[in-house]
């Protein structure tokens, strides 16, 4: 008994030495950073002046809003178009053409993100690839610049978690028997009604799983924003940048890194509620 | 005559060359049980999936209540199906299972509400409403899954081997409550399975299928006493089959010779030709026992044998004699009345058979059984 009690601690530590030291520690760190406030160099007194900047300063508002929003909408995106791949891949591809489409998912992963979203820039600047591409068929006059808009940033975010929405939802659509769609379709319904009634149920899990992944990496993302969109991809990871290394504001920085973990948490929680699911059901699946 | 509610005329598949159905014609008759049994592989499953709509027929045409199904999809036939494995809606309650199909025509909810609870209530499951589909038993799922595609007052129900996945128990059970739903509802079941009882103790009629072809087609009783060939005849009920050769033929009687040099009688099925090679069939509860040859009937050919196992069944107890000359060996019912309880296995014993209740048949090129 003390035994296989002994194996199983030693089998946990590492998770747990994992969870408490990069995890907790850092956080109860940055909590602490973000309740204090500098009063004379070097000297520092309890205070809630980061959270009370977050609230006054409408950059930082807007930053954190728009943040969320086009997480959210990456998201959405992401799932319309991770679905038909999924499909076809669980339900319609067999044999070779399965693993072959699921490698194809795969591929753009065994190149690093910079590279991979240099890549992006490679294709879309100014003097990129498919400017020159459209002036040559003569739908633009001269080239433009598709970098630093917002749609290009959205591009860069999907491409980025597409594979990320896709496994759960094969996941979930190969455990769906074909049968209930026969029989569904069989008792009168139609594409839409199957889709809705059946097929989205079943999935359910597997969505909600793959747009919390996709939705925690948009947010948390640094990268694609920063390189796609410039210097006014407005970001919230990027205020949390600069306040931790350009401007050296810590409790700054530490209190948006806590902002930022609420508002994924609330959103996910909203999520969950809206779709009817239990995170606790939603892993277990997935 | 009155309008089949299924006809079939010429219907044909193939896969890759492979014949599946083979020119199938045939008609169901308004209200009544009809059963298409053959072994796996025979082509029943596609059969009901061309009936279904599910797949086309490559030649010929399917027609339900009259109309040609050649361009109509599966949710527009006016028939449902019965899963193998019922297919109920895991994510959805037994209500909204059985409602769903009523839902999809857009009657207003209180219709569907009235309907459900209605037909629920038929099918002995009253106020199961919201039930969870994981919280019914085999039996209960089954009759949930018959609810779901009769309230929608189908001209025909399809039930592709519903009971296959039901232990024994059940499926005795659930046989009589199929026939009893069949009944009441009156509505035509096509019924497809490998089980030779289920289409015996169900069926108004049965078709016995094999290789894509019906071999026969006729009431359980017809097929049980009067095969039309060797395969149906080894495949419905249990039978002792016996090659040899025609020895001798005289009028219906022929006199089959196996290589073992057994020597028997049985009634010629068709056309069989002195000489010819023949396969020849005795039900087990044909044969009659003794305790020895006095105690047979001096007019019919008599055997002795030894006992080589009991297959005690209950009612359905047999023993397998190995008739003493020829080695062959014959599975012989017992006589329900006890006089055979004590039999033992290495005893010797005396059987005989009405030639008129063996058959014969000349034996096919190959009639796989």
């Known amino acids: 008994m003390t035994h296989k009690r002994l194996l199983f601690g030693l089998l946990l530590a590492p998770a747990l030495i994992w969870l408490l030291g990069l995890i907790v520690l850092p956080h109860v760190d940055l909590a602490i950073l973000s309740l204090r406030a500098r009063v004379a160099p070097g000297e520092y007194a309890p205070s809630l002046r980061q959270y009370q900047t977050f609230i006054e300063e409408p950059l930082y508002w807007n930053t954190f809003v728009r943040t969320a929003v086009m997480s959210i909408l990456a998201t959405a995106i992401t799932l319309l178009l991770a679905f038909p791949i999924a499909w076809t891949i669980a339900k319609i591809a067999r044999g070779r053409a399965r693993s072959l489409m699921f490698i194809m998912c795969l591929i753009p992963f065994w190149v690093s993100e910079t590279v991979r979203t240099l890549g992006w820039m490679i294709l879309l600047r100014e003097s990129g690839v498919l400017p020159a591409v459209l002036v040559q068929l003569g739908i633009t006059e001269a080239p433009i610049e598709m970098l630093y808009r917002d749609a290009t940033i959205m591009v860069g975010l999907v491409y980025t978690s597409m594979l990320f929405m896709v496994v759960p939802l094969i996941g979930a659509l190969d455990s769906l028997d074909d049968t209930l769609i026969e029989a569904a379709y069989d008792l009168g319904g139609n594409g839409w009604s199957i889709l809705w009634r059946i097929i989205v149920p079943h999935a359910a899990p597997g969505i909600v799983a793959g747009c919390i992944v ?68 939603v892993m277990r699946r997935s | 005559m009155e309008q089949p509610d ?74 449902n199906m019965v899963f193998q494995h019922l297919a109920l809606f895991p994510m959805m309650s037994v209500g909204q299972n059985v409602g769903y199909g009523l ?71 659930m046989k009589i409550e199929l026939k009893q739903l069949q009944a009441d509802f009156g509505t035509t079941f096509v019924y497809i399975t490998h089980d030779q009882s289920e289409a015996l103790v169900l069926s108004d009629h049965v078709a016995v299928m094999n290789r894509g072809r019906f071999e026969q087609l006729g009431t359980p009783q017809s097929l049980y006493y009067e095969p039309h060939t060797p395969f149906v005849a080894g495949f419905v009920g249990a039978n002792n089959r016996i090659e040899g050769r025609a020895s001798q033929v005289s009028g219906d009687l022929v006199e089959v010779t196996t290589e073992q040099g057994l020597r028997l009688f049985a009634r010629r099925m068709g056309e069989v030709q002195a000489g010819a090679a023949v396969t020849a069939f005795v039900r087990p509860e044909v044969a009659t026992l003794a305790r020895n040859v006095d105690g047979l009937p001096a007019s019919q050919p008599r055997f002795q044998g030894k006992v080589a196992s009991l297959l005690f069944d209950g009612a359905n107890s047999a023993v397998l004699v190995r008739e003493t000359a020829s080695q062959t060996e014959f599975h012989i019912a017992l006589p329900q009345t006890g006089q055979f309880a004590d039999v033992a296995v290495g005893e010797t014993i005396a059987f005989g058979f009405d030639p008129e209740r063996a058959l014969c048949f000349a034996a096919a090129a190959s009639s796989g059984s």
């Open chain 1, 214 to 281: 996709v939705f925690m990496l948009t947010l948390g993302n640094y990268l694609t924003p920063t390189l796609l969109g410039g210097k006014n991809s407005l970001w919230f990871t990027e205020q949390i940048y600069t306040q931790f290394i350009t401007r050296f504001n810590w409790e700054q920085g530490a209190a948006f890194g806590f902002l930022l973990l609420v508002l994924s948490s609330a959103i996910v929680w909203v999520g969950l509620k809206l779709s009817g699911q239990h995170f606790g059901d």
């Open chain 2, 103 to 173: 839902s999809r025509r857009g009657l207003p909810a209180k219709d569907i509400a009235q309907r459900v609870g209605a037909m629920l209530e038929r099918v002995s499951l009253p106020g199961s409403e919201n039930k969870r589909i994981d919280q019914l038993s085999g039996g209960q799922k089954q009759r949930v899954a018959i609810a779901r595609s009769l309230v929608l007052e189908p001209t025909l129900l399809l039930l592709d081997e519903p009971l296959g996945a039901l232990d024994l128990k059940l499926r005795e059970h």
């Open chain 2, 6 to 79: 299924l006809e079939a005329r010429r219907v044909a598949k193939r896969y890759a060359g492979l014949v599946a159905v083979d020119e199938l014609s045939f008609s169901v008759k308004r209200g009544s049980f009809f059963s298409i049994l053959g072994p796996s592989g025979c082509g029943k499953t596609t059969l009901l999936r061309m009936i279904a709509g599910f797949l086309a027929p490559d030649s010929g045409d399917v027609f339900i209540g009259g109309q040609s199904m050649s361009d109509v999809p599966p949710n527009r036939r006016p028939v």
